[in-house]
């Protein structure tokens, strides 16, 4: 897809602290923030280099002998991925095991306007509009938007315990632009029952569990990088956006997106974590001369260049995955989430305690104020009770004398 060059604008959020701490709203809905954070998504991209029209050539000529899923695998993860979005079209259902001419029975779109979450989700989609291709006409953008939303829709009405989240839509819009609407249904329930399963929880606890991955390979990659980054206290909310859309939210550029895809697709669910981890260490001489501040690092973090080598970093990630494997870190895993929580409880406690102290000293100032103002004696009382009647006549006076006696 070629168009215009699209600009992008992100600003860091406000309350900096309790993003960094891993709060999110009453009902554990995550917030991306979408109008704050208006990434607008590039796809210009650029005529093919000579490589990657011969790699485009190579992959149609193995299609046409038959191509095993493990050469899929070997296609996605080397430099370039699957090319083009006619590859994609064919292999991303391959590499998840779907059957890409197969036919399955879609709810009804009245059913779908039942959903609970229905108003949610349109919502979220009409402010995608800067993730659909600029340029197109009004009529197609239009379908697009009535395709995603049932797309979700139908994913969450078919499997009622997957919980919607704000950035789930970010992951169907790419599959729908790729593939269209019957196969992205197929790849998002896939996904959903998968690869996002823990997302999709109804609270945020294991995907908070999940992001605890990244400190133990970071320190694993660069001892010094990990210190300075548990100085800051940034924490991992910085990529939460990053696993939850599988980078869709955060990267600028199409072709970045969908060659990040190509990758995930092949690889373990976790291996987005393992990136992450890599990309954090791929900016480790910028971090280092951060402060370490909590606010500092988060934005700087927060924020992914648009000149990062993805080529090079998702072969990192598949090395890191294969000498780390989740299971070897898993008790450390737990251990951060185990501190993490009592930290939390603390600081609910400290957080309980400082209302209680304001209310009493609140409590105090009132009861001071009514002590200075009511009678503590009989004395008192009467010379009360006659300034209020001076007062009152007083009052009566200036409204023309007290009324008439008949």
């Known amino acids: 897809m070629e168009n ?35 990434i607008e998504l590039n796809f210009k991209e650029g005529p093919l280099t000579p490589f990657l029209r011969d790699k485009a050539d190579e992959i149609e000529k193995h299609m046409k002998l038959g191509i095993t899923i ?24 391959i590499l998840l095991g779907l059957n890409p001419e197969a036919c399955e029975e879609m709810i009804s779109e009245e059913n779908l306007k039942e959903h609970p979450e229905y108003s949610q989700v349109v919502l979220d989609v009409n402010r995608s509009l800067k993730r659909f291709p600029p340029g197109i006409p009004i009529e197609q953008r239009l379908a697009l938007q009535d395709q995603l939303t049932n797309l979700i829709l139908r994913v ?20 729908l632009l790729v593939v ?27 995907t908070s569990l999940l992001l605890n991955y990244i400190f133990p390979l970071i320190k694993r990659l660069n001892p010094d990088l990990y210190s ?32 990040l895809y190509d990758a995930f697709l092949a690889t373990a669910p976790l291996v987005p974590l393992y990136l992450t981890a890599v990309i954090v260490n791929y900016r480790a001489s910028e971090l280092l ?66 209302r209680r102290g304001a209310v009493k000293r609140g409590g105090n100032s009132i009861k001071t104020q009514l002590e200075r103002i009511i009678p503590s004696s009989r004395a008192q ?22 009324p008439a006696i008949r």
């Open 228 to 259: 300075h980054l548990e100085r800051s206290g940034a924490g991992t909310m910085f990529c939460l956006p990053w696993f939850l859309t599988w980078f869709g939210h955060s990267l600028n550029h199409y072709k970045d997106v969908v060659r």
């Open 289 to 354: 001369q951060l402060e370490p501040d909590m606010a500092t690092v988060h934005c700087f973090l927060s924020q992914l260049p648009d000149d990062l080598p993805f080529d090079r970093l998702v072969t990192e990630s598949v090395e890191l995955y294969a000498k780390f494997p989740p299971e070897s870190i898993e008790a450390e895993v737990k251990e951060r989430t185990r501190l993490e929580k009592e930290a939390q409880k603390k600081e609910e406690e400290n957080a309980r305690k400082r």
């Open 156 to 175: 969450i009405t078919k499997y009622p315990h997957l919980r919607y989240y704000q950035g789930y839509h970010d992951v169907a819009i790419t599959f």
């Open 180 to 206: 269209g609407e019957e196969l992205a249904l197929r790849i998002m329930e896939k996904l959903s029952t998968n690869h996002l399963r823990e997302c999709m929880e109804p609270t945020m606890e294991k």
């Open 381 to 402: 009382l009467l010379l009360l009770a006659f300034s209020i009647a001076i007062g009152f006549y007083a009052y009566l006076r200036g409204n023309g004398g007290p």
């Open 4 to 38: 215009s060059e699209s600009s992008v604008k992100i600003s860091c959020p406000r309350d900096i602290e309790k993003i960094s701490n891993g709060v999110v709203d009453d009902d554990s809905f995550v917030i991306l923030n979408e109008d704050e954070n208006i």
């Open 70 to 93: 493990d050469k899929w695998k070997d296609f996605a993860l080397s430099p370039g991925g699957l090319v083009n979005d006619q590859i994609r079209k064919l292999g991303w259902p």
